[in-house]
C-alpha cells in the first residue's frame, strides 16, 4: 500500500506528534467500520425483504436495479425527502434526540469487535462489560421517544419495551457470564482466540443452552418479532414509533437494523469462534489449493453473521407474536433458571476437572 | 495538560447536570440530567483507570436503575406546575446533608494525604494491569466473607420484594400457565355436524 501514497505525503505524517497520528489513524477506521455497517445495514433491508418474500411464496423487491438491488437506496432517499413532522404538544428536544439514543450505542460497540486477529478498534480487557453497558443504554431511546411523542400509544410501547429489555438482560448478563468463565478473559479478542483449535473447541457446543438463551434474549433485546409488542401494530398501531415520519423514522430502522448485526456479531465471537475458520487444523487441507480455508479472516466472522442475520429473519416469517405476559414469563421463569444452571454446571465440571475448561481450577 | 483539560471538561459538565437535576421542572428531565452525571462520573473513572467500576457504573446505574426510575417517573402523572414549590422549603436539610458529605470527604482527603502526598494528576498504572482482576483478586480472598454476606442481604432483598408483591386478593384474575400450555385443539373448537336445513321451511 504505501507505494501508493507520495513521499512527501509520508515525509508530512511523520512529522506530526504521535498523538495526532493516533488520532488521525483511529478516526480513518472507525468512519471504515461505520460505513461499513449502515451499508451492511441498507442490504440487510433488502435482505430481510427477499428472505421473507420467498417463505411467504412472494418474490420480494425486484424494480430498482438489478434483482431490486437498488431498493434500499430508493427508500433511503425517499425518507430523506420526506418531511418530519414534530407533534405539537411532544416535547421537542427529547423527541428529535431520541433516534440517535438507539443508533449510537449500536454503533459504538463495534468498537471492541475483533473483525480478524490483527483488526480490531479498541483492544481494552473490559471488552464484554463495555458490550453490556452499551446495549443496556440502548433502550434509552426507545422509552424517550415514547414518552416524548405524548401519545397514549408511543408511551404504551415504550413501556412494554422498557420492561421486555430490562427482563432480556438479565439473561443476556448470565449468558455472557457463562462464556467468560470458560474463556478466562473479558476481551473479545481473547474469548476468540480461546475457542482456538477447531470448530469441537467452540463454545457452542459445551454451552450450548447459554447460546440459545443469549440469542433469543439477543431477539428480545432488539424488539424484533417474534417478541415485538413494543410496535404491535394490531393493538397499538406502531408503538414507540407512531408519530415518528422521514428520516427520525428512518434513525429508528438503522438502530434497529444494526443492533441485528450487532447482536449476530456477538453471537458468532462469543459462540461460533469469530473470525476462526471452520476447518482449522484439517490436515486433509494441507498443502492443498484450499488451505487458505484453514486460516483465520474477516470473511469467516461475515459469513457467520450472515448466517445469524438470516436466523432472525426467518424466525420473523416462522412464528406468530408471543402474548406479552409469556415473554415476560419466558425471559424471568425459563430463561434465568436455564441460565444459573448452567452456570452451576459449568462450575462443577471446571471443578472436577472435567470438559474443556479443566484450566480454570487452581 | 490534555489530562487537566479533559478532567475540567468532564467535571463542569458533571456539575451542570447535577445542578440540572434539582433546578429542571420536568421530572423525566431531572432523571436524564441525572444520567448525564453517572456518564460524566464514568469518564472521571476511566481517567482514573478504574474501567471496572467505570462500566459497571454505567451497566447497573444508567442501564437498569435509572431505566427503571425513568419508568416510575414517567407513570406517575405528576402535574408540571405543582411541583413547583420553593426550593428554600428544603434548604436547612440539603445543606446540612451537602455540609456532612464535604466533611467526610475532607477526611478522607486528609487522611489520605498523611499517608501518601497528593499529586496533581492521576496515578499511572503498570502496563497489562488488569482493574478487574485485581478488584477480583481482593473480593474473592481478603474480602471473601463480606463479600458472600452482601450477596445474601441482596437475596434477602430479592425474595422480600417479590413475597410483598406476590399476595393473593380475592376475585384477582390469573393465569394457570400449565393449563394453558396443555391444552389441546380439541379443548377450543368442538366441531358439530348438523343436517343441513332447508331454506323453504325457515321461512
Not at chain 1, 482466540?193 to 433469543?216: D, M, S
Not at chain 1, 438470516?310 to 415476560?328: H, K, L
Not at chain 1, 430463561?335 to 475448561?357: K, S
Request: hydrophobic residues 55%; neutral net charge; glycine residues 8%.
Amino acid at each position: 500500500m504505501e507505494w501508493l501514497i507520495p513521499q512527501f505525503f509520508l515525509g508530512a505524517w511523520d512529522q506530526f506528534p504521535p498523538l495526532l497520528q493516533y488520532l488521525i489513524e483511529t478516526t480513518f477506521w472507525i468512519l471504515v467500520v461505520t460505513i461499513t455497517v449502515i451499508l451492511g445495514v441498507a442490504f440487510t433491508t433488502y435482505f430481510e425483504r427477499k428472505v421473507i418474500g420467498y417463505m411467504q411464496g412472494r418474490i420480494g423487491p425486484n424494480r430498482v436495479g438489478p434483482k431490486g438491488l437498488g431498493q434500499p437506496f430508493a427508500d433511503v432517499l425517499k425518507m430523506l425527502i420526506k418531511e418530519v413532522v414534530v407533534p405539537a404538544k411532544s416535547n421537542r428536544f427529547l423527541f428529535v434526540i431520541a433516534p440517535l439514543l438507539t443508533l449510537v450505542p449500536a454503533l459504538a460497540t463495534w468498537a471492541v469487535v475483533p473483525f480478524s486477529n490483527t483488526f480490531v478498534i479498541a483492544d481494552i480487557n473490559a471488552g464484554l462489560l463495555y458490550v453490556l453497558a452499551l446495549t443496556s443504554v440502548g433502550v434509552y431511546g426507545v422509552i424517550l421517544a415514547g414518552w416524548a411523542t405524548n401519545s397514549k400509544y408511543a408511551f404504551l410501547g415504550a413501556m412494554r419495551s422498557a420492561a421486555q429489555i430490562v427482563a432480556y438482560e438479565i439473561a443476556m448478563g448470565f449468558a455472557l457470564v457463562g462464556v467468560l468463565m470458560a474463556s478466562g478473559s473479558l476481551n473479545l479478542g481473547v474469548i476468540t482466540e480461546a475457542q482456538g483449535g477447531g470448530v469441537t473447541n467452540w463454545f457452542v457446543l459445551p454451552l450450548l443452552p447459554l447460546f440459545f438463551v443469549y440469542f433469543i434474549a439477543g431477539v428480545a433485546e432488539t424488539n424484533r418479532a417474534p417478541f415485538d409488542v413494543a410496535e404491535g401494530e394490531s393493538e397499538i398501531v406502531a408503538g414507540f414509533h407512531v408519530e415518528y415520519s422521514g428520516i427520525a423514522f428512518a434513525l429508528f430502522f438503522l438502530g434497529e437494523y444494526a443492533n441485528i448485526i450487532l447482536i449476530s456479531a456477538l453471537t458468532s465471537i462469543l459462540f461460533m469462534g469469530g473470525y476462526l475458520s471452520f476447518f482449522e487444523g484439517w490436515t486433509i487441507l494441507e498443502g492443498t489449493m484450499l488451505s487458505f480455508l484453514r486460516e483465520p479472516s474477516l470473511g469467516w466472522l461475515v459469513l457467520k453473521i450472515c448466517f445469524f442475520v438470516y436466523v432472525f429473519f426467518w424466525i420473523r416469517a416462522t412464528f406468530p407474536r408471543y402474548r406479552y405476559d409469556q415473554i415476560m414469563r419466558l425471559g424471568w421463569k425459563v430463561f434465568i433458571p436455564v441460565t444459573i444452571v448452567w452456570i452451576g454446571v459449568e462450575a462443577v465440571m471446571a471443578w472436577m476437572q472435567v470438559g474443556p475448561w479443566t484450566n480454570l481450577y487452581g | 495538560m490534555f489530562q487537566a483539560i479533559f478532567f475540567y471538561i468532564f467535571a463542569v459538565i458533571l456539575i451542570g447536570a447535577a445542578v440540572g437535576v434539582i433546578f429542571s421542572r420536568n421530572p423525566v428531565h431531572a432523571v436524564m440530567f441525572l444520567v448525564l452525571a453517572f456518564f460524566q462520573s464514568a469518564l472521571l473513572w476511566l481517567m482514573a483507570e478504574a474501567e471496572f467500576l467505570a462500566i459497571v457504573l454505567v451497566l447497573v446505574y444508567v442501564g437498569a436503575v435509572m431505566v427503571l426510575f425513568l419508568f416510575v417517573v414517567m407513570m406517575l402523572d405528576i402535574n408540571v406546575e405543582s411541583v413547583s414549590v420553593p426550593y428554600t422549603r428544603y434548604l436547612p436539610l440539603g445543606i446540612m446533608v451537602a455540609g456532612l458529605m464535604v466533611v467526610e470527604l475532607l477526611m478522607i482527603i486528609w487522611n489520605r494525604q498523611a499517608a501518601e502526598p497528593l499529586t496533581g494528576s492521576f496515578s499511572r498504572m503498570p502496563e497489562g494491569y488488569s482493574n478487574t482482576e485485581a478488584l477480583g483478586a481482593v473480593l474473592y480472598t481478603e474480602h471473601v466473607y463480606a463479600f458472600e454476606i452482601a450477596a445474601v442481604i441482596l437475596l434477602l432483598a430479592i425474595i422480600a420484594a417479590i413475597t410483598l408483591t406476590m399476595r393473593k386478593r380475592p376475585g384477582l384474575k390469573q393465569q394457570n400457565i400449565a393449563r394453558q400450555v396443555a391444552v389441546q385443539a380439541k379443548d377450543r373448537v368442538r366441531l358439530v355436524k348438523m343436517a343441513a336445513e332447508s331454506s323453504e321451511k325457515d321461512q
